[in-house]
């Protein structure tokens, strides 16, 4: 299915990872949106909008309000009309919940969710001032619906996401603009092994087995697959849905029982 985004123009925070903001990027400007690529460095922001054909770097750090605010209003110079925003930006922690520092804490918490509100507070005020609508997609993680050990504060973030993106989306659903979230899986990217890894000492046995064991649909998830969800979130096909989250974890969160468990059955 081809779409057609060419009227769209949309904010990507975080957009110059190697993960879901890269399949994100990748598909909307496939559609023909006009992206403006956040990043925390210029550098990475730079090279991240080199790879599409229509995009704007823009450096800020989504904890700070200040640079928020310094980068709606670079984009507003530049003549651009933002009627997209993609909250991507997004930090992990991995570490036993007795052993948090409160700066470790204080750091995803301000990252994954008061980043979140403070980008989507500058994006909904500008569109309320210029009296124009938009739509806004949220990133969350399977991490909202069910977890694992060391993951309590990332958990958390996410699961504040998905109730942010409920309140945020009866809101704004007065002036027509729209709020939902994508919940990713297991992302395939290289940089996971180097997570895995610490906690799995093969880490791409323990991928393998995951895909195997812990997923109803047996293949690797792609950027481009969560990029998907967005273009279709951010298009007029889903004028009707707000407030929602799609899973896009290739069935890992319906599953009761593991494929092993069942099978020994
Ligand atoms: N990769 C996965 O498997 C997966 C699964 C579920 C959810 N997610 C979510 O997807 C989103 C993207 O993560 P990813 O896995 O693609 O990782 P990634 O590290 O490739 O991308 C995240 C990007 O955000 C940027 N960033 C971090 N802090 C920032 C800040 N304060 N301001 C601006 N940019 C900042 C980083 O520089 C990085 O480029 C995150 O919200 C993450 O929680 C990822």
Redesign the pocket.
């Known amino acids: 299915m081809v779409m057609d985004l060419s009227n769209l123009t949309v904010l990507i925070?975080?957009?110059?990872?190697?993960?879901?903001?890269?399949g994100v990027c990748q598909v909307l400007d496939d559609y023909g949106a006009k992206l403006w690529i956040?990043?925390?460095?210029k550098i990475?922001a730079e090279e991240a909008a080199h790879q599409y054909k229509n995009a704007q770097p823009v450096q800020?750090?989504?904890?700070?309000g200040q640079e928020i605010k310094n980068m709606f209003r670079l984009i507003q110079e530049s003549g651009d009309k933002l009627n997209g925003l993609v909250n991507?930006?997004?930090?992990?922690l991995n570490k036993a919940i007795h052993k948090i520092d409160e700066s470790e804490f204080d750091r995803v918490f301000?990252?994954?969710i008061r980043?979140m509100w403070m980008v989507t507070k500058a994006f909904a005020g500008q569109l309320l001032a210029q009296m124009t609508t938009g739509n806004i997609v949220n990133?969350?993680?399977?991490?909202a619906h069910s977890s694992q050990p060391n993951y309590s504060t990332?958990a958390s973030t996410?699961a504040a996401v998905e109730g942010f993106t409920r309140a945020t989306a009866y809101e704004l659903g007065q002036y027509n603009i729209r709020c939902n979230a994508i919940?990713?899986?297991?992302?395939h990217?290289e940089?996971?092994l180097d997570l895995i890894k610490t906690w799995a000492p093969d880490p791409q046995k323990w991928v393998d087995d995951h895909i195997r064991n812990q997923q109803v649909l047996h293949h690797f998830?792609q950027?481009e697959d969560?990029g998907n969800a967005v273009a279709f979130l951010l298009s007029d096909l889903s004028k009707s849905i707000t407030g929602q989250t799609i899973y896009v974890d290739a069935g890992k969160t319906i599953m009761l029982f593991n494929k092993d468990y069942i099978d020994q059955q």
């Open positions: 925070t975080g957009g110059g990872g190697i993960g879901v903001g890269k956040n990043e925390l460095s990475k800020a750090d989504v904890s700070k991507n930006a997004g930090v992990g301000n990252v994954n980043g990133v969350s993680s399977v991490h990332y996410k919940a990713p899986g297991m992302v990217a940089q996971n998830i950027p969560c």
